[in-house]
């Protein structure tokens, strides 16, 4: 068990291209930290970096206290699981198991001793004399995690491990996983592109886009306080309504002018975010679907925004209602950008060019909508506010934004 | 389901394809009668029937010629050929593996070498071969023999051993750098047992054709006592006269074992060619 520490760690291509810029990382003893990010974001080139698969190309990467960069795979003493599990496919799974303590140069009893821990951690035992074709894909996921724990690894790697098992037993294998890591306490750095694993297994997240480090926090953090739009429609499913907004000053203070309908502030929110030097300027403004209060519900004095329901997804107890708003949707390049990043299926759709905004809300499933136009509260506490042209947050301390450096 | 129904139409289909299949079978038939023939009739009527089977001519040719027994010569082939096979696939297995994994040029310019010693005639370097072979004490030995297939050889090992590495997945070797094995291991434990597929493509190939071959070892081994079965049954074939029922029996004899072999590896054979990793 050791830390792992990525320092102003990259990787680039002999063509120039940067797979990873500058990482600084740190993962501590015991923890369990998960690299998420879209495909292509680096997030695996900088575990096969850790793992001594793939050379350094500047910045330094430490385990236990100790530089790595030269070393080779064999003397870093970590284990990793693979996306396609590579399990020898003409060994027996004790075999499998045991070809990293045979390294080693344990004593045959030793070997079957700690072979059948692990077997048994794993609930194996039975399947030992097995080869891996003859084995389900959960039991092949299984083997792949005895092949890891079976040494007492200074650090896991896990390279999205659970890309190729069909859902129901992902969501398993999840929770497995979790358990196992918190049980054996070794650091883990694990990589997946989906964000419900990353909420759900890390101790702490780390988001990757394009190489570059966007921010790490615990899931909760990540959630409430995104340190820019990437990140914000990046966790959390479904995902943050993005909306382009106006900071306009009222009699009162602030009010945020969405499609030409005004927000008055709490002046709380614009006094902890700062928001008076943005006044009269364009923003992003932020809003989770469970901050989007149904017509008629909360409180009255809540304010209200004017929305189209066009249809809704019943996914009991809760419901997605797809609301829209009569407005030119968001179409900064960088926004654009991420959309492509976040959801391809939705930057499909970006180029027919309509001019409403859609947003989604998440309700109780208790209620039916009929389409039409209705007021929908917005909980003004949770808005996220976003700089109009960096995406950055507004009203976040540059230590807060860690790993943005600034960029 | 009308269309899967035994049919007259299928019927004479089959009946056409059996048929063909006979034309085939026409050699093996002359190799058999021809080889029990009594020694004026295989001149006076080559293409007929026997007039009397004779199953001696089996014994007379296994006695063989130039004081070389068909037995050790079949002995001879054997150790040339399975000596060969080993050793190229030894070298060509290590030698493709440093050729598929190296990402620099001259891993591909290696590949070049290997593939244009495929096509160069060899028949055109025979003498200047013959009399370094001969310096080196390697002629009308085994170990001679081995060592000049190996080196025609060679290139086609890699070829075929190249092209099937290509298409490995790194995985297993990297999840192997990773589990702590040193790149012998790697490739001893790991590599080497995946190509399984291959090497049995490359033995069968390489095989068949040292087996086969009669143009190096009549050369090389012509007179000597490690002849090869090709040589010893071309002892029967004289200056003036050539004893054909000796030669069909030998021949009979000689590719009994091959014959085995193939239809025993014959299905590994097919894989080689067609089939890739399966985990």
């Known amino acids: 068990m050791s830390s792992v520490v990525y320092n102003q760690v990259s990787k680039f291509y002999a063509d120039g291209t940067k797979a990873v810029d500058a990482l600084d990382l740190q993962i501590a003893e015991g923890e369990f930290m998960v690299i998420v990010g879209p495909s292509g974001c680096g997030k695996t080139t900088a575990l096969r970096m850790a793992a001594g698969l793939e050379d350094i190309s500047s910045g330094e990467l430490s385990i236990g206290g100790k530089v790595v960069n030269a070393l080779e795979p064999r003397d870093r003493d970590i284990a990793m699981v693979f996306q396609n599990y590579a399990l020898y496919p003409h060994m027996s799974v004790f075999e ?13 009893e030793e070997i079957r001793k700690r072979v059948e821990g692990a077997a048994a951690i794993l609930g194996l035992e039975e399947h030992l004399g097995r080869r891996p074709k003859n084995l389900s894909g959960g039991q092949r996921q299984r083997v792949a995690m005895g092949r890891a724990i079976v040494r007492r690894p200074k650090a896991f790697l896990m390279d999205e491990p659970l890309s190729n098992l069909d859902a129901k037993l992902r969501v398993q294998m999840r929770a497995e996983i979790t358990r196992l890591q918190r049980q054996l306490g070794v650091t883990t750095l694990y990589v997946t592109h989906d964000q419900v694993e990353a909420m759900t297994m890390g101790h702490r997240i780390a988001v990757m886009r394009k190489g570059v480090l966007q921010q790490v926090g615990t899931p909760l953090e990540l959630y409430e306080r995104p340190s820019n739009i990437f990140v914000a429609a990046f966790v959390g499913s479904p995902a943050m309504n993005l909306l382009p907004a106006t900071l306009a000053a009222t009699a009162d203070g602030l009010a945020l002018v969405i499609a030409g309908q005004s927000l008055a502030l709490p002046a709380a929110l614009v006094m902890r975010l700062g928001l008076a030097r943005y006044r009269d300027r364009q923003v992003i403004a932020g809003i989770r679907p469970e901050h989007l209060v149904p017509p008629g519900e909360g409180a009255a004095t809540l304010p209200a925004l004017r929305l189209e329901i066009v249809g809704s997804e019943l996914i009991p107890p809760e419901q997605l209602v797809q609301l829209e708003l009569w407005t030119e949707p968001l179409r900064t390049p960088s926004a654009l950008d991420i959309v492509r990043d976040v959801d391809p299926v939705a930057a499909a759709d970006l180029p027919r060019g309509s001019s409403t905004q859609p947003l989604v809300a998440r309700c109780s499933s208790d209620r039916a909508f009929a389409n039409g136009t209705a007021d929908w509260g917005v909980v003004l506490e949770k808005l996220h506010l976003f700089d109009f042209e960096t995406g950055k947050a507004l009203g976040l301390s540059d230590s807060a934004s860690a790993g943005g450096h600034g960029r | 389901m009308e269309s899967t129904r035994y049919r007259p139409l299928a019927a004479v289909r089959e009946v056409l394809f059996i048929l063909l299949a006979l034309v085939w079978c026409i050699p093996f038939y002359y190799l058999a009668i021809v080889a029990v ?43 040339v050929t399975v000596g060969t096979v080993s050793l190229l696939i030894f070298l060509g297995s290590l030698t493709a593996y440093v050729i598929a994994r190296n990402t620099q040029r001259i891993g591909g310019l290696l590949y070049v070498f290997f593939v244009v010693g495929i096509i160069l005639p060899y028949q055109m370097a025979i003498v200047p071969l013959f009399s370094s072979l001969r310096s080196l004490g390697l002629v009308g030995n085994q170990i001679g023999m081995i060592v000049l297939f190996t080196g025609l050889l060679l290139p086609m090992a890699v070829f075929l051993y190249a092209g099937f590495m290509r298409a490995l997945p790194h995985d297993y070797e990297e999840a192997a750098q990773v589990d702590g094995a040193g790149r012998g291991k790697i490739f001893f434990r790991i590599v080497f047992p995946l190509l399984r597929p291959v090497t049995a493509t490359v033995a069968i190939m390489t095989g068949m054709i040292v087996w086969n071959d009669f143009f190096l070892q009549l050369i090389f081994l012509n007179g000597s006592s490690a002849q090869t079965l090709p040589v010893a049954m071309y002892g029967f074939v004289g200056e003036f006269t050539a004893r054909w029922n000796m030669v069909f029996a030998a021949v009979c004899i000689s590719i009994a074992p091959i014959l085995a072999f193939y239809l025993f590896a014959q299905r590994r054979f097919m894989q080689g060619f067609t089939g890739g990793i399966k985990s």
């Open chain 1, 96 to 108: 499998n198991i045991a070809f990293p303590l045979e390294n080693q140069k344990l004593s045959r």
């Open chain 2, 37 to 79: 023939k009594p020694d004026m009739e295989v001149f006076t009527a080559p293409m007929s029937f026997p007039s009397t089977i004779v199953l001696g001519n089996f014994a007379e040719a296994w006695r063989g010629t130039g004081g070389v027994g068909l037995g050790e010569a079949l002995l001879n082939s054997v150790i």
